[in-house]
């Protein structure tokens, strides 16, 4: 499983999901996270759709399918439970 | 999610109701507005009665008007006048609570004075006044309390929107990349003053605006207007919107703006790049106090309402405007300590809505029907 993460440098909730993502990656090494800038990576965010809120996360299986996306700040015990409940597809 | 929106309101209601029964009891004063001039005799008779019985009463308090060398006095009495629809023919001119006298005449005058006094306090419908009894505090006058709560309260709500704040973000982004922690200090706290600057000002514009034309009360009830609906759309929207996150929106603007603002930090000379960013700031602030020219609206119309002293509207607005620049101040702070960007959770954005809008609408409702409850001063 693999989580896209998209945010921007002016937008204040993806900064305030920077640091709990951090602490996320460290409890589970095994998860694989991109991040993308709004501004930076048009090409892959227009790919992705991202054109409403930020920040948004899309968590894709294994063969790099969209399983579902969450936009707007999330909380990091939400985010874990995704997670393992997701870790093998 | 709704459920969760729900509970910051309940918990805002309750603690509205908490708050309200420790106002026990209202202490009956009467203000007298006196409007004389220093050459006339009738006045100085009525002076001598008027101070008789303030010293008799403490609740009664006079405020003194000379209207002949002093313009300011003249348009209050004109202002005072309109509202209760009365030509000012001569002085003394008199006005306690909605009752008003032309002229004294002793064994006349006198005796309508004291019954008027008596009636205001009787009904109690003179100005709210009233006192909080806090445990090992004592006594505290709410009306020394209100205007600065309110001032605090309003200046955060209005300022309180992490996603406003893109503008800074962005700026301090480019600066914490240049890592010169000389630059984000000189720039940073000058877009941050000259935003605080210019934001003040365009205040007090519209206070002298709202002091100047204060005296035409459709004016009053436009600004509740603007304080319902402006309550109404934020009520709305603290509840409807899905997610805690920052809306992408005005694509063409912020490309534009982000283009100037590399442009103007990466400028060799120190004295463009600052002139650059003071440009940035009042273009910035001129767009933002038009997206929500609301809450400055409806709280210079509470300001103007309330009979202070002129300097004290002014601190009254500096007060309001460093809590509005809070969350700026904040973020920028962090950013000179840490050297990281720090944002902060937009879910403080929907409960300043939440609490804004329920805020507004009392405030709007309260102009129409009780103007008198924003008087506090």
């Known amino acids: 499983m693999k989580i896209l993460k998209f945010g921007a440098v002016w937008c204040s909730g993806c900064l305030v999901m ?11 090494p095994w998860l694989e996270t991109v991040y993308y800038d709004y501004d930076q990576d048009k090409e892959i965010c227009n790919k992705w759709q991202i054109n409403k809120i930020l920040p948004v996360f899309i968590f894709l299986d294994r063969d790099n399918n969209e399983l579902f996306r969450l936009s707007g700040e999330q909380s990091k015990k939400k985010l874990i439970s995704l997670i393992e409940k997701n870790k093998d597809k | 999610m709704i459920k969760c929106k729900f509970k910051y309101l309940i918990g805002f209601i309750i603690l509205f109701l908490c708050v309200n029964p420790l106002i026990i009891k209202a202490n009956d004063l009467v203000d007298i507005y006196f409007f004389y001039s220093s ?17 008799e009463n403490e609740n009664i308090i006079i405020h003194y008007y000379e209207v002949n060398d002093n313009q300011e006095n003249q348009a209050l009495m004109q202002s005072m006048a309109e509202d209760r629809d009365v030509v000012v023919t001569g002085v ?35 100005s709210i006044n009233y006192s909080i009894d806090i445990p090992l505090i ?47 200090w000189v720039f940073g706290l000058t877009f941050i003053l000259t935003s605080s600057i210019m934001y003040f000002f365009l205040m007090a514009a519209w206070l002298n605006l709202t002091i100047f034309i204060g005296s035409i009360s459709w004016i009053r009830y436009l600004v509740a207007a603007v304080a319902i609906v402006g309550g109404g759309i934020n009520l709305r929207s603290s509840l409807t919107t899905e997610g805690d996150g920052c809306e992408v929106v005005g694509e063409q603007q912020r490309n534009k703006m982000f283009t100037r603002i590399k442009k103007f930090t990466m400028e060799k000379s120190y004295f463009l790049a600052l ?60 950013a000179l300590i840490t050297m990281k960007l720090t944002g902060i959770s937009t879910k403080y954005g929907r409960i300043s809505h939440l609490v804004g809008g329920v805020l507004m609408i009392i405030i709007g409702i309260l102009l129409v029907f009780a103007p008198g409850v924003l008087m506090f001063g």
């Open chain 2, 39 to 55: 050459t006339c005799p009738h006045c100085a008779a009525e002076e001598v009665y008027l101070e008789t019985l303030s010293s």
């Open chain 1, 18 to 28: 920077k640091p709990r993502f951090i602490e996320i990656e460290k409890q589970i």
């Open chain 2, 92 to 126: 003394p001119f008199t006005i306690i609570n909605e009752e008003y006298f032309i002229g004294y005449s002793e064994g006349y005058t006198d005796t309508a004075i004291q019954e008027a006094i008596n009636n205001v306090i009787n009904k109690e419908s003179g």
């Open chain 2, 138 to 184: 004592g006594t505290i006058q709410t009306k020394d309390l209100s205007l600065p709560i309110i001032t605090i309260l309003l200046g955060l709500i209005d300022g309180f929107n992490p996603c406003a704040m893109w503008v800074l973000l962005f700026l301090l982004s480019i600066l914490i990349g240049m890592k010169d922690r000389k630059r984000i």
């Open chain 2, 275 to 334: 002139g650059g960013i003071v440009l940035l700031a009042i273009s910035v602030n001129m767009i933002e106090l038009l997206c929500s020219a609301g809450l400055p609206v409806i709280y210079t119309q509470i300001l103007a309402l309330n009979d202070i002293q002129i300097f004290q509207y002014y601190l009254y607005l500096l007060l309001y405007i460093v809590f509005f620049m809070l969350d700026d101040i904040i973020v920028f702070s962090m």
